[in-house]
Structure formats: C-alpha cells, structure tokens
C-alpha cells in the first residue's frame, strides 16, 4: 500500500536531515540481494556510523533539492539503497568495501557538497584514510621531531657515563 502525502512529507523531512548533517551520500543498486545479506550490510554502516536507507527515489530527489548535493539527482535511478555518512570517507569505504564481496551490490554513484562521483570516483574516495587516521599521522609527524631530540638529548650523558665506566674499567687492577 502506498504512503498518503502526510507520510511522505514526513520521510522528506527526516531524509533531508539526515541530508543536512551528511558530508558524502553514497548511492547502490541493491537488485538481488537477499535478506541476510542486507542485514550484513546495514551492520557494518551501523559500526561506521553510516545511515543507510532504502528510499523512494522521488522523495529522494525532493529531500536532495536546493541542497549542495541536488546534482545528485540524474543519477537516481532503479532501486537504490542511500548511504549518508558525515565522515567523508566512511559511507564509500562501507558500500564499496560490501560490493567487493557481493556482487549483486553495484555502486552507481556518490556526492560530496556540490560534487558528483561515479562509481570509479567513490572506489577512489572508498581508499582514502579517514579522518582518525589521518589524524593520527599528523600527531605522529608533528611527534617525531621532538621524540628525536629528547632522545639526542638523552645520549648525550648516556654517552658521558659509558665513558667514565671504561675509564674506570681500564685503571682498574686486574
């Protein structure tokens, strides 16, 4: 049975918030997949703080409309499951990651705020590190330079000990 237009204004709204809080949407054909493996999927977008949802693609050109993502909307075609992730990368790395193992997931396309990908664009988004990751390298570069000279500094008296050990060590009587 079809939704009367209250329930339907009520699904744009929610999906145009989650629209508003997304940095990438990300959208697959699902066409085959079965109940076990949908559930697999929704699983891991839940671990990576991905919303997924399977929508009416004309709710889903109105939630989208005069929003960054709208160019989104000439690809929205078929059935499609829409994956809206506010870190850049988690949306692309759950969906492609999925597709690799399951064929009957095909990716088709994916959006950033005011920029449109096909399916080579969100496998190349899909590789990049997060946003954690790339956190954690900067830490570890910013990290080093000082570690190096506590360490040189440390050497230095280390250095004088072993020294005066050997000195001592010499004009001991054996």
Avoid: H, W
């Amino acid at each position: 049975m079809g939704m009367n237009r209250q329930e339907k204004a009520a699904q744009i709204e929610e999906v145009s918030a989650l629209v508003a809080a997304a940095q990438t949407i990300v959208v697959a054909e699902y066409r085959g997949l079965n109940v076990e493996s949908v559930t697999k999927l929704r699983k891991q977008a839940r671990s990576q703080g991905v919303q997924l949802r399977v929508l009416k693609n004309t709710l889903a050109r109105r939630a989208v409309a005069g929003t960054p993502f709208a160019a989104l909307t000439e690809k929205l075609s078929g059935p499609l499951v829409y994956g809206f992730s506010a870190d850049p990368v988690a949306a692309a790395k759950v969906l492609s990651g999925f597709a690799k193992d399951n064929d009957k997931l095909v990716v088709k396309a994916g959006a950033m705020a005011n920029f449109v990908m096909d399916e080579a664009g969100v496998k190349a988004l899909a590789t990049m590190p997060s946003r954690e990751e790339l956190l954690a390298k900067l830490m570890a570069t910013m990290k080093a330079p000082i570690g190096q000279f506590v360490r040189t500094l440390n050497e230095v008296p280390a250095r004088l000990v072993r020294t005066l050990a050997a000195v001592r060590d010499a004009k001991a009587p054996a």
